[in-house]
């Protein structure tokens, strides 16, 4: 869809907030800020959480037919069983559709949702929002292609988002990550995990192999004891090392192809290194405004439908080895049949 650029005093697009948990909350409030959107009302099966949520974000809680017909876009911000049926109605109504991650619960189900937005020409974007964060900016531009990665996200156990695995939970932020830095299908996948305080898996580790050649090991657990979000890239002429948490880069890399100010490695000929830091910026925020923008601007779609599908086929697939995985040490033994 082609539109003219709009300012922010033009026309602003009107919002409907479907699920009024804890993003579903943050979603409200961030469009009821917004400059260029309107929030017009909030659906939840739960009515009185809706209108909780409504009052604080200033919108009245209403049925999900009365939302439909009272919005141009849908944000989907229920459970992720409930993704697709939410979804596939807004945009079977010729809603724009902004759906939390991950996509879909099954791959037909995230096929039929991108059918549906084409069909119609409409926008589908996925809420996978590290995409939008300064840190995945800082890091975007300075990995190169990478040969191997290796990712993890811990942090204590919460009972919030333990309706599905901590590969959906946590590990689908760095698989999307990871997609987008390595260009190049997925050949296979090693996985092992297990449910320690949920009926779900709440810790897993992952070994990706791309068809490319590169190597991405990923570990996730919502049963640490601290929080510790980092990732190491290794490429041709060196390596990024970053840490989410304290927000800082470490690049090492031949003598040339780091930023100024880079300093001698010692004992290792040929390489620099140089430290870098991001100042944190609001990434729902900028969620919002690329969805916006997409809808009013004909702007492209950061995160599509197929950037969707591909993170959540690699998140199956992780699961999908840690089941195999898991027969396989209950056949040798090595674990009891649960």
């Given amino acids: 869809m082609s539109h003219a650029a709009t300012p922010p005093n033009g026309p602003r697009l009107r919002i409907g907030i479907a699920g009024a948990g804890h993003f579903g909350r943050y979603h409200a409030l961030k469009v009821a800020a917004s400059e260029r959107a309107t929030l017009v009302g909030i659906h939840d099966p739960d009515e009185e959480r809706a209108r909780t949520v409504g ?19 849908i944000i989907v911000a229920a459970p992720a069983e409930a993704h697709h049926a939410l979804a596939a109605a807004a945009l079977a109504a010729g809603r724009h559709v902004l ?21 119609r020409n409409l926008v589908l974007q996925v809420g996978h929002l590290e995409r939008f964060s300064a ?7 300075r990995a190169g292609a990478p040969l191997y990665i290796e990712a993890a996200r811990i942090a204590p156990f919460k009972p919030r988002g333990t309706d599905v695995s901590v590969i959906l ?3 689908i932020h760095d698989l999307d990550l990871i997609l987008a830095l390595v260009d190049s299908p997925i050949e296979s996948v090693d996985a092992v995990g297990a ?3 949920s009926p779900h898996e709440d810790i897993a580790n992952a070994r990706i192999r791309f068809a490319s050649g590169a190597v991405a090991t990923i570990t996730a657990s919502r ?13 041709q002429n060196g390596y990024v090392a970053v840490d989410f948490a304290n927000r800082s880069l470490t690049m090492v890399g031949r003598d040339g192809t780091l930023p100024a100010g880079a300093r001698a490695v010692p004992g290792v000929a040929g390489f620099a290194m140089a430290e870098a830091s991001w100042e944190d910026h609001d990434s729902l925020a900028a969620e919002h405004a690329a969805f916006v923008a997409a ?19 690699a998140a199956l697939a992780v699961g999908a080895a840690m089941t195999e995985a898991r027969a396989r040490m209950q056949a040798s033994g090595l674990m009891l049949p649960s």
């Fill in 295 to 313: 809808v009013l601007d004909g702007a492209p779609v950061v995160v599509d439908a197929a950037a969707g599908r591909r993170a959540l086929a």
């Fill in 195 to 197: 449910a320690v305080a």
């Fill in 135 to 141: 840190a995945y900016r800082a890091l975007a531009g």
């Fill in 169 to 171: 939970d946590l590990m």
């Fill in 223 to 235: 049963i640490s004891p601290r929080t510790e979000r980092r990732m190491r890239i290794f490429g």
């Fill in 99 to 119: 759906v939390e991650k991950p996509i879909a619960a099954t791959l037909a189900e995230a096929d039929a949702l991108s059918r549906l937005a084409q069909e």
């Fill in 55 to 73: 009052w604080e974000a200033g919108a009245p809680e209403m049925a999900f037919a009365a939302l439909l017909d009272a919005s141009e876009a």
